[in-house]
């Protein structure tokens, strides 16, 4: 073990992947809750339209698929708050049209192969020190923005009308968790993709949420189990030369289903 941590790039996917861990391990625990694993789900694929403009404009497309995923984000909340769109309605129409927006632009991109292929199912051993300071200081940015927000964002999951009569600025409050989704979904894109990136919003909170129905424990559980897997997926993947990206997922996945059996049996 001591072997695979001297190197740079294992040193740097694992802060990488801790940083990623907690973000969506504290929101995915808000997207359980809420239920809007949909929200994320679309989300996350739209980010594939930005990332197709970052690489035809020659911009980082981080930075463009983030933009571009905050933009999507605000217009579900938008045209699903108006009440003429249900809300699934409105994901699928940005899901759709989104990768579709991807698949043209990449189509004119002479330069997409590997980089692409990273961008769709995760790269997080190739991470560089720049995208590493990046997520880390975006990752602080956004816990320190969720820290300010938790307990008003708690009210509102769980009893909107009071929130409102309180005084809350719940729409305010809403848009900001959104955003802090949107950023958390990309920060997420280069662990384990576009394809899976869903499931690191959904999985850890599912589990917290089997093991209690207390809000701050579920948190607590929340990240621990994908930081478990974020490091146990590193090293399986460096162990059996296997994708990183699905490698963690599986573990999440396999920790679910471990809860959801033993959970049965009580």
């Known amino acids: 073990m001591t072997e695979i941590l001297s190197y740079g790039f294992i040193q740097r996917s694992i802060i990488t992947g801790i940083m990623v ?34 690489f035809l404009a020659g911009i980082n497309p981080l930075i463009t698929a983030m933009i571009y995923s905050v933009i ?32 043209v632009l990449i189509s004119l991109s002479k330069s997409y192969n590997v980089d692409l292929f990273g961008y769709l199912f995760g790269s997080i051993l190739a991470i560089s020190e720049s995208e590493m300071w990046f997520t880390i200081i975006t990752s602080f940015v956004i816990l320190i923005i969720l820290s300010l927000i938790i307990k008003y964002l708690l009210l509102i999951t769980f009893n909107e009308e009071l929130a409102v009569v309180s005084g809350i600025p719940t729409n305010f409050i809403k848009s ?73 997922v599986l573990t999440l996945t396999a920790l679910f289903f471990i809860t959801l059996a033993k959970f049965k049996k009580k």
């Open 176 to 248: 900001i968790f959104l955003v802090s989704m949107a950023v958390a979904i990309v920060m997420s894109i280069k662990v384990v993709g576009i394809i899976l990136v869903s499931a690191l919003l959904v999985i850890p909170g599912a589990v917290a949420q089997l093991l209690t129905r207390r809000f701050y424990p579920m948190l607590i559980i929340s990240c621990l189990t994908a930081l478990f897997s974020t490091i146990a997926g590193l090293y399986l993947s460096y162990r059996f030369d296997i994708s990183p990206g699905g490698a963690i």
């Open 72 to 103: 999507i984000a605000f217009s579900i909340e938008r045209i699903s708050s108006k009440g003429k769109v249900a809300e699934d309605t409105a994901i699928g129409i940005f899901f759709s049209s989104s990768m579709a927006l991807g698949i």
């Open 21 to 54: 861990a907690i973000l969506t391990g504290i929101i995915s625990v808000f997207v359980v809750l809420r239920r809007v694993s949909f929200v994320g789900s679309g989300i996350s694929h739209a980010a594939f339209g930005g990332v197709a403009i970052g």
